[in-house]
């Protein structure tokens, strides 16, 4: 990892806790399982987008209000602002609800891209504004996620990738150049090879 000169976080599930309950939004919006929450309301139109956009809103700032850091995750995004690291986060979660998030938690990354203005990972488009922003060569920047959709993006975009924070191996871990069970271990594996 000694090549890694910034790193950009997913929020949820990496960085702090989320009490999301997909399969209730699902079910509120007529979704069904097989399809992207996100994918399902674009394809709506006019008042029933608009329905299931104050939906997914209401769902999204109850989960922001009781969001905690992961353990871990704030003693290393500290470490990384003490070594002069740019950050970012990247999110599928509006803007608003991520910004209660980051307020709730003293979160300081200032670079914060929602699907408000960017594609939605696994789409690269963020990824690629902040490789640009950063003045840095994607293959030098590190995607840290908890799921398909960070992993996938990270890919797409030509970076390194990183998997933390899980009890069982999931299926799409092969998409993940590093996996570390928690934020202790990663930690520990970036800053000794850093």
């Not at 008042?47 to 809103?57: C, F, G, M, N, S």
């Not at 890919?155 to 150049?177: G, H, I, K």
């Not at 996996?179 to 271990?185: G, L, V």
Request: proline share 4%; glycine share 4%; with cysteine.
């Amino acid at each position: 990892m000694k090549h890694i000169r910034a790193l950009i976080f997913d929020l949820d599930g990496t960085l702090v806790t989320s009490t999301l309950d997909f399969a209730q939004i699902r079910a509120e919006l007529g979704c069904s399982a097989q399809q992207d929450v996100l994918e399902f309301v674009e394809q709506l139109s006019g008042a029933e987008r608009k329905e299931a956009q104050e939906i997914i809103h209401r769902h999204e700032v109850q989960d922001a209000e009781s969001s905690e850091w992961l353990p871990g995750a704030k003693a290393f995004v500290h470490a990384c602002r003490s070594a002069g690291m740019p950050l970012a986060i990247v999110t599928r979660n509006s803007d608003y609800s991520s910004r209660i998030k980051m307020s709730r938690n003293g979160i300081p990354i200032p670079y914060l891209v929602t699907r408000e203005n960017s594609k939605p990972k696994p789409d690269p488009e963020a990824l690629h504004q902040i490789a640009h922003a950063f003045s840095l060569d994607t293959a030098s920047i590190m995607m840290v996620g908890d799921y398909r959709y960070d992993l996938e993006a990270g890919r797409n975009a030509s970076m390194s990738t990183c998997l933390v924070n899980f009890d069982t191996m999931p299926e799409y871990a092969e998409l993940a150049d590093y996996r570390f069970n928690n934020f202790e271990q990663f930690h520990r594996a970036f800053f000794e090879a850093s």
